[in-house]
């Protein structure tokens, strides 16, 4: 007889998931949730606040002394959805007095991060474009790696509340020297850093081509400042990727109010 699987979904009045037993929304029913509102973080603020004004309810009647706690209520139902309410607002707490250059936004968006996604960032610069993936984030991880030391006291602080949860992990140096071995990424991308078409990168597409999963991406953005340099880079780039072990390549490019934006991708052979 085949087995039964139980969806991640709550037992009321109790409030624990069906499926694990855990207090509800238990981290697949976040995960889960996260993916279903990817396009529409209001739209999943709003939901958990219903279902939070009814877990109230239930847990009262079940328990009216001393009642639920409310701020360990907010922390379970509403705090991990924030920075995904923050990021479709006007205002984000971790972009404060800074506006979030449109490669970066435009590069995030192409990696189409899921929750549970294992990304490497070479080259972070201030983290702003960590910011941008640890709010797509729920139980996965982006380490991000610069050779500038006040680049990464920067992006560290840009991101105090995604590393303190385990989201964020910064490294000081080149990506040769970054100690990465025996990591396994899904995503690894690069915004603006020349190193990949300005000499033979042989050495580095060997070691990143070690750390991807088999089913992983690595991508290389760029905004050049002149339109011959899209030019040259679409023709050097997918060549210099295939050479190097990543036969299955993509070029996307997009023209916007503030330049050329170009996307090399390519996938392990």
């Known amino acids: ?6 969806p991640h979904l709550p037992q009321r009045p109790i409030w624990l998931c069906r499926a694990c037993a855990r207090p509800w929304p238990c981290p ?4 889960r949730l996260a993916v279903e509102y990817s396009a529409d973080p209001v739209a999943l603020h709003v939901y958990l ?6 877990a109230v309810d239930d847990l009262y009647r079940l328990n009216p002394e001393p009642g639920p706690d409310p701020a360990a209520m907010y922390a379970r139902f509403l705090a991990w959805a924030a920075p995904r309410l923050r990021l479709a607002g006007s205002y984000s707490p971790v972009m404060a007095g800074s506006a979030v250059p449109e490669r970066l936004r435009w590069a995030v ?3 189409k991060v899921a929750p549970g996604d294992h990304l490497l960032e ?3 610069g201030n983290g702003i ?9 729920v139980g996965g991880r982006i380490v991000a790696i610069d050779r500038s030391p006040a680049a990464i006291r920067q992006a560290e602080r840009r991101n105090r509340e995604h590393t303190a949860a385990g989201r964020a992990v910064f490294r000081l140096g080149s990506l040769e020297e970054s100690d990465l071995d025996g990591e396994c990424f899904d995503k690894i991308f ?5 190193l990949f078409w300005t000499r033979s990168p042989g050495t580095e597409l060997a ?3 070690r750390l991807l999963r088999p089913t992983g991406g690595l991508y290389l953005c760029y905004q050049p400042p002149q339109a011959t340099r899209v030019a040259e880079l679409v023709q050097r780039l997918p060549a210099t990727l295939s050479a190097h072990g990543f036969p299955t390549t993509a070029v996307t490019s997009a023209t916007t109010r503030t330049g050329s934006l170009l996307c090399v991708s390519g996938r392990p052979g």
């Open 1 to 6: 007889m085949p087995s039964v699987v139980r």
């Open 28 to 31: 697949v029913a976040r995960s």
């Open 49 to 54: 606040a219903t279902v939070l004004q009814d």
């Open 109 to 111: 968006d192409l990696l």
């Open 122 to 124: 070479i080259g972070c």
């Open 129 to 137: 474009a960590v910011s941008l993936v640890c709010d797509r984030l």
């Open 190 to 194: 690069a915004v603006d850093v020349n």
């Open 207 to 209: 070691l990143l081509r």
